[in-house]
């Protein structure tokens, strides 16, 4: 076949490295993805920060921070409030498409890895017990204490009437994935004052990205990378001509959840022919003007994922420095989990912090992580150890196929 003489030309020493033969040097391993992942999750804490704080963001925020130090920020920044907020995460409109993309790294990072997990798994039921002992526990506890603690703090109810309320029932629903952002009389602050962990969001998608691989797996159509190329780029083409012709899902800035599961394929399909795409920084570099300008136009929502991808599994694959503490565990999923509810409680009950980017961003920021941290030490990484006995090809590696939870 064609596509092996190419692999094995590019295998060869005298080419230079493939995503596949970096993963192969490194036992499965991405020597960038923890990373990466934690990354990206402090990526979208930090955005989010910035709208939950009333500010524009933090190159504003920065040179009003300049202008106060200088003594003239009264004089010449105006006041902060609603109308200020030109974009959801970003005073900045050119920030946006940088904004915009940290959800569907996470997906794409996720399809490469969870792929790579249903490989070693090779059987629906280890697939989608190991994808549960990496969800669920921790899932479960952060939507306990948003439910049980947070909005039994903020709510405006008694607690009898807060306890016995329908919503507070249904709000456990978030686990198996049904959206629920609010509590029975819970409000924050001014601005999603009602949400108390919007990244639940992309719950639904994860979940549909998981049983259509799980489908996959029953049918082997996942382990035929010809035929799952083949019906991948039929349904590229069909959203690509709905996009670009009809209008799907060209809201401007705006994810729609078909978006990130295609994302997540996407990511699938880099697992798939790892051992032919180059690991290469020009193709990284060219990659990144590309995105960033078609991320501008709503008719690129499908031309967009394939180099968003190549940036995302280029980097994983990089040796970028850590330190103990980094390794120590996997703080990604926490961080992701807790930074919502967290900055809520936060801006809602410490008033200093409010239109203060930097000092919100800092607090909040500290305050997940002890929390990541604790989740990790005290739930994941029990859970975690149980895929031992599930499936003893993915135990060796199975933490690195951490899942996302984002939202732009």
């Known amino acids: 076949m064609l ?7 590019l295998s060869s020493p005298s080419v230079r490295k493939t995503f596949g033969s970096i993963l192969g040097a490194n036992n499965g391993l991405g020597p960038g993805f923890d990373i990466l992942r934690l990354g990206l999750a402090v990526a979208i804490l930090v ?7 009333g500010t524009r963001g933090p190159i504003p925020s920065l040179f009003e921070l300049i202008l106060d130090f200088l003594g003239q920020a009264h004089a010449q920044t105006p006041n902060i409030n609603a109308a200020a907020q030109e974009t959801i995460s970003s005073g900045t ?6 904004v915009i993309t940290h959800v569907p790294m996470f997906f794409a990072l ?16 280890p697939f989608l017990t190991l994808r549960f002992f990496r969800i669920f526990p921790a899932l479960c506890v952060e939507v306990a204490l948003s439910a049980i603690v947070i909005g039994a703090v903020f709510t405006t109810l008694d607690l009898r009437a807060y306890y016995t309320d329908p919503m507070f029932l249904t709000y456990f629903g978030n686990i198996v994935g049904k959206v629920q952002m609010e509590l029975p009389g819970v409000s924050f602050w001014r601005y999603d004052a009602h949400a108390v962990n919007a990244n639940l969001w992309t719950l639904p998608s994860e979940f549909y990205c998981y049983l259509i691989l799980a489908a996959m797996i029953v049918t082997g159509l996942i382990f035929n990378r010809a035929l799952s190329t083949l019906l991948f780029g039929i349904a590229s083409i069909l959203l690509i001509v709905a996009n670009v012709f009809f209008g799907f899902d060209s809201q401007p800035w705006i994810l729609a959840p078909s978006v990130n599961v295609y994302y997540f394929f996407m990511g699938a399909m880099f697992f798939h022919w790892r051992d032919l795409i180059p690991h290469k920084g020009w193709l990284c570099l060219a990659c990144i003007p590309i995105a960033y300008v078609l991320e501008f136009s709503t008719q690129a929502v499908y031309l967009v994922p394939v180099f968003v991808t190549y940036i995302t599994i280029y980097v994983g694959l990089c040796n970028i420095p850590t330190n103990k503490l980094l390794r120590s565990g996997d703080y990604s999923y926490g961080i992701y989990l807790y930074g919502y509810p967290i900055m809520q409680a936060i801006v809602a009950s410490v008033p200093f912090v409010r239109y203060r980017y930097f000092t919100f961003t800092s607090l909040a920021l500290a305050t997940t992580l002890v929390f990541s941290i604790l989740s990790w030490h005290l739930i994941e990484k029990h859970f975690l150890k149980l895929r031992h006995r599930i499936s003893k090809r993915s135990a060796s590696i199975e933490t690195t196929a951490a899942a996302m939870q984002p939202r732009p």
């Open 3 to 9: 596509h092996r003489k190419l692999a094995d030309f």
């Open 47 to 53: 955005a989010h920060a910035a709208r939950l704080a």
């Open 93 to 98: 409109p050119w920030l946006r498409p940088i």
């Open 110 to 125: 996720s399809g490469f890895l969870v792929t790579g997990s249903a490989f070693r798994a090779r059987k629906v039921l």
